[in-house]
């Protein structure tokens, strides 16, 4: 994890950017390094020059909102664009690539469609490539955030690029030394073919391979393969790290070995954003089995032991005077009605046409990942080690210099593969906290906050409240009008780094903008439904929140998929023929009718059993989503069956996309029908998987089938990793609804508290 | 301080512990065994699920005492050297896994069930309540089914 090579990345960054100029690759072009380093070392500028605006083809046109034309993805590659991070591979004497990753791992299956994309280019077989997650990179500015579907995007062209190069060199080196020339050479699963069947492996090249000085490479060394030649990219392939999974090898950041590293627990205040006014026992506390140290820091008191369950039996045993919270007293009845009255108006008059007008409630909803937040911190009068599973390590990094009062370059964060995200490793809580303890307490910790915590305090997609009407006439959608009020996303993580991150704690403009831009860039309506708007409105709220896997999406669009419906009934349609007529484009409808024809949609069903539909376009990609509920008993709902096409333009790895697609279904079956968080004087009840309905797998259906659509010509890949929501949020809502003869508005739909809550 | 001695993954192994300590952060704090995660401490998501002379157990809420004199097989325990257990082996095969935190657990909770039921309807599968915030559970599904007819 650690071992990063400072030495070629100064070097390479160092370089200049004149020469022969940049390349382009389809809209985007890169700079490609040979670095000075003793075997085959290669680099890539991750930002791209020019992104071009994608085109919005309307029959009957909605003017094209703001995602049409430029998505949050978009405007992270643009806002990557003047950094000089590069991307570094490097090829050892064991013919081993070795790459960088400047992301994180949460089980999106990143590590394994990049070093797909690295074997594709370097004609080597996938296992010979290492896929490593770098450390925070302050140099990379905004190109070392992990989120916003944007990974593959992001990565897809200089990953290639860099790939290329090396295998250009190699091939050069070995024509070089036989004295040919490089286009009679071939390479074959990592080995250099010449005249004559004579071979050379990358293991023997690489040192020979290598640059004495870093120079910028022209661009016929660096040019991609055809992707019409591609042999593993598009096909499906297993994770690189599915063997160390199923072992039990695999490490998350508790499963480190860090010499030294006491296990540390946090006893946290009653309500959220408590603060501790004093501790009433700590002699006590002190005197138990196993317990180092307790010390109180600003989330709480933290208890460090020689065993977690010792630490845990120290912090329960704890006495604490806590300071009020940033929400005291307040409940989701209050949070409501300020989301009703946060709502933006409607403005297109009722009166003149038919119309459709709906009111949706989404409760708050915890990410809980299974690991829940956690990190290793080694704090020193004059610098400090942090590892921990981190989407946004650089201000992560920033954070914690400036907390510890040390230079930026004195503080090492690492960054870990993380036992799920969905949004929640954004942010930095317990890298923070865990530097905060190790400071105080004098001795490196290892910091795991208790699933009570983690799903209390811990981060949350944000309750909203959702205002739609449609009008319509003659068989037309005439307006669409979408109002959302949203209890405050936390953006405070900014781009990835300091700058943008102090920006959106600025009180005026600040989170409530990022707001906006995020909501615009990805929200959007892929109907043909004539005005169409939708606006936001912020409840500011100071509870922990984070963007939520698909952010706005999967509530704005679920519940927009769910009118789609209702107008469909309205005005007499099917509601697959309905969409067909409204969406935009062809492609569209290919995902749509691919689920109607192989989930045979209009299939007789018995009484209580219905199928859904729905449809969702985010990030340049689209998916459609059929399913099967049965709804005998409304109250214990089961999706029997789910169907789902997905179109992503080009598919690196399709076995990684349809497991991102069952998660997304997973996530919508809890989300819709169970899965919420009740906020009750100033905190949330659920405490854990037994009061949080998560799905298990008695709630999810025994009988899925997900249609990777092909790649489309000229295509590079969209995002992935969040369109799987929405989608799956409409369809089983409609199902939902036919099934039960119901209009459902609030989700979940059965939520009562059927739990006695863990004490405060 | 009372000893306890007991096997884990066929060596024996003497702690010093209170008898109440969970078995959990014993193989995890003392004996650096890791594969059997912390997801909840109160088995309600089954991430630590590991063997205890056969049985699937929850080591989170079994007292270290109660392992005394007993063999604990954790998921670092199931393959025979380098030759993976036929569970390992679909799931591999079904690549279940996506962030993988859960899988230790919901794969000894599936080899157990295989043990006692060699062709588990679906309703068996169901049974299983190991949570996978990842949702991967029909490719856990579909694994216990390759896996039942590869155990043949």
């Known amino acids: 994890m650690a071992g990063a090579d400072a030495e070629a990345d100064a070097e390479a960054g160092g370089t200049g950017t004149d020469g022969n100029g940049p390349r382009e690759h389809g809209r985007r072009r890169f700079l490609t390094y040979l670095v000075a380093a003793p075997t085959l070392a290669v680099a890539t500028s991750i930002g791209s020059e020019s992104a071009a605006p994608s085109k919005a083809r309307a029959a009957v046109p909605s003017p094209p909102a703001p995602a049409d034309i430029l998505d949050l993805g978009d405007v992270l590659i643009l806002a990557g664009k003047p950094t000089s991070g590069l991307l570094v591979l490097k090829i050892d004497e064991e013919g081993t690539v070795h790459f960088r990753l400047p992301r994180e791992e949460v089980g999106q299956g990143l590590t394994t469609a990049v070093a797909m994309l690295v074997a594709e280019e370097l004609d080597t077989p996938l296992a010979n490539v290492r896929v490593q997650l770098d450390d925070a990179r302050p140099e990379l500015l905004f190109n070392q955030l992990t989120g916003s579907s944007n990974s593959i995007r992001s990565l897809y062209g200089p990953v290639r690029h860099t790939a290329a190069a090396a295998r250009a060199r190699m091939v050069a080196t070995a024509a070089r030394e036989w004295d040919v020339r490089p286009e009679d050479l071939s390479v074959r699963e990592g080995v250099v073919v010449g005249p004559g069947g004579r071979k050379a492996s990358y293991a023997s090249l690489t040192s020979a391979a290598a640059g004495e000085r870093t120079e910028e490479l022209s661009g016929e060394l660096t040019a991609t393969k055809p992707e019409s030649d591609h042999s593993l990219v598009g096909v499906p392939t297993s994770r690189i790290d599915a063997r160390a999974i199923v072992t039990g090898q695999q490490e998350y950041t508790l499963d480190l070995d860090v010499p030294g590293a006491k296990p540390a627990m946090v006893r946290r205040p009653p309500t959220l954003g408590g603060t501790v006014k004093s501790v009433r026992n700590e002699a006590q506390v002190r005197g138990m089995p196993g317990v180092l140290d307790v010390v109180a820091v600003e989330t709480g008191v933290a208890v460090v032991a020689e065993t977690f369950g010792q630490a845990l039996d120290g912090k329960d045993a704890l006495k604490v005077d806590w300071g009020r919270g940033t929400v005291d007293g307040l409940s989701d009845d209050g949070i409501r009605k300020k989301l009703r009255a946060a709502t933006p108006p409607l403005v297109v008059p009722p009166v003149l046409t038919d119309h459709t007008d709906a009111e949706f409630d989404f409760a708050f909803v915890s990410h809980a990942p299974l690991e829940s937040n956690s990190a290793v911190a080694d704090v020193r009068g004059d610098r400090a080690t942090i590892w921990s599973g981190l989407k946004s390590p650089i201000v992560a990094q920033q954070t914690i210099a400036a907390e510890l009062g040390l230079p930026q370059e004195k503080v090492t964060v690492h960054v870990v593969q993380g036992g799920g995200s969905f949004g929640r490793r954004l942010f930095f809580d317990a890298a923070l906290e865990a530097a905060r303890i190790s400071k105080k307490s004098r001795r490196p910790v290892r910091l795991m906050w208790s699933r009570i915590d983690d799903m209390r305090h811990g981060r949350m997609r944000p309750a909203t409240h959702h205002k739609i009407r449609a009008t319509h006439s003659l068989g037309n959608v005439i307006s669409f009008e979408h109002r959302v009020a949203a209890v405050e996303t936390d953006f405070r993580h900014g781009l990835g780094e300091i700058l943008t991150a102090n920006a959106s704690k600025l009180p005026v403009a600040g989170n409530a903008t990022l707001a906006q831009s995020l909501f615009l860039t990805t929200v959007k309506s892929p109907y043909n439904f004539g005005v169409t708007t939708q606006l936001l409105g912020e409840v500011p709220l100071r509870m922990p929140t984070a963007s939520w896997r698909s952010v706005y999406s999967a509530n704005t669009r679920g519940a927009e998929e769910i009118v789609v419906d209702e107008l469909a009934e309205k005005m007499d349609k099917d509601p697959v023929e309905f969409r067909r007529s409204f969406l935009k484009s062809a492609r569209q409808r290919a995902v749509l009718d691919k689920v109607a024809e192989d989930g045979e949609w209009g299939r007789k069903l018995p009484e209580g059993f219905a199928q859904g539909v729905g449809f969702h376009e985010e990030y340049k990609s689209r998916t459609a989503c059929l399913v099967e509920i049965d709804a005998r008993d409304p109250k214990e709902p089961r999706v029997t069956k789910a169907v789902i096409a997905v179109d992503v333009g080009r598919p690196v790895n399709p076995r990684g996309l349809e497991a991102q697609m069952l998660g997304g279904l997973t996530d919508a079956i809890s989300t819709t029908l169970r899965a919420g968080l009740h906020i009750e004087d100033g905190l949330p009840l659920e405490g854990s998987y037994s009061q949080f309905h998560y799905a298990r797998q008695n709630d999810s259906p025994r009988d899925v089938a997900v249609h990777v659509m092909p790649a489309e010509e000229g295509a590079e890949p969209g995002g992935a990793g969040e369109l799987g929501v929405p989608a799956a949020v409409g369809a089983i809502a409609n199902a939902y609804a036919r099934a039960t003869g119901t209009r459902p508005r609030s989700f979940p739909v059965n939520f009562d508290v059927d739990f006695d809550p863990f004490p405060r | ?152």
Not at chain 2, 71 to 88: F, K
């Open chain 2, 1 to 152: 301080m009372p000893t306890h001695t007991f096997s884990v993954n066929g060596k024996s192994v003497t702690v010093d512990a209170l008898d109440d300590m969970p078995l959990l952060w014993v193989l995890r704090d003392m004996l650096g065994v890791r594969g059997p995660k912390y997801g909840c401490g109160i088995d309600v998501c089954k991430a630590c699920t590991s063997h205890l002379d056969g049985r699937a157990v929850n080591p989170c809420v079994v007292p270290v005492s109660e392992a005394d004199g007993g063999d604990v097989t954790t998921i670092e325990g199931l393959a025979d050297g380098d030759t993976l257990h036929p569970v390992q082996e679909a799931w591999l095969e079904e690549d279940v896994a996506q962030c993988g935190y859960c899988q230790p657990g919901q794969i000894m909770a599936a080899v157990a069930l295989l043990r006692e039921t060699k062709n588990p309807s679906d309703e068996d599968i169901d049974a299983i309540a190991n949570v996978c915030r990842c949702g991967t559970y029909f490719r856990i599904r579909e694994a216990i089914k390759k896996a039942a007819s590869m155990m043949g």
